[in-house]
């Protein structure tokens, strides 16, 4: 009995891997560089990182000691399946004998970055440095300052954000994205 119980699992964790592959868009690359002017959760610092979430999908960075202005620059990348599922961010302070503390969160829409990604794909035939959108801070979303949406000098697109941290006195963190192209994407 176990091991048809045991079988049929694989088989429903097989059939939704493959319903993901199939409505896999691409990959987004979220390259999380660095957190200012973080909370102390600690004595005199925290020794913070950072979990991004994307429906059931969890990563997270390194942990950084003692630095309320740590520098992470760790990459980390989700499989984009629906563009209309927001990108969680939570920053936690790392601690070795009880439950890691929460330093506050953020959360962004790919929608646009994706749109901009579908809009210009001849890529060759823009310069570098050319900003196709920007998006204004607003009380519907956590940006902290403008963020652009640009062709870096490798030809690619890439957004860079400043998110403001929510549920907690002070904190932002800034990051970038970059979509991750793969053979038989769908999307583009």
């Not at 699992?9 to 390259?31: I, K, P, Q, T, Y």
């Not at 760790?74 to 599922?85: A, N, V």
């Not at 959360?107 to 440095?129: D, M, Q």
């Not at 979303?141 to 062709?151: G, K, M, T, W």
């Amino acid at each position: 009995m176990h091991s048809l119980i045991e079988g049929a699992s694989r088989a429903a964790d097989l059939e939704s891997s493959e319903s993901v592959m199939d409505n896999l868009m691409g990959l987004l690359r979220v390259h999380v560089k660095r957190g200012v002017n973080l909370a102390v959760r600690d004595v005199r610092s925290s020794d913070p990182y950072v979990v991004v979430k994307m429906g059931n999908q969890r990563l997270k960075t390194r942990i950084v000691k003692k630095d309320v202005n740590p520098e992470w620059n760790d990459d980390l990348t989700l499989s984009i399946t629906d563009p209309d599922i927001p990108v969680s961010l939570t920053v936690y302070d790392h601690d070795t004998f009880s439950k890691d503390d929460k330093m506050g969160d953020s959360e962004f829409e790919v929608r646009s970055f994706i749109e901009a990604l579908k809009t210009y794909t001849n890529l060759e035939e823009i310069p570098s440095g050319t900003v196709i959108s920007r998006l204004k801070p607003g009380t519907d979303n956590c940006l902290a300052d403008e963020s652009a949406i640009y062709v870096n000098d490798e030809g690619k697109i890439i957004q860079d954000l400043f998110l403001r941290l929510r549920n907690v006195e002070c904190g932002e963190v800034e990051i970038q994205l970059q979509w991750i192209h793969y053979p038989g994407s769908k999307t583009f």
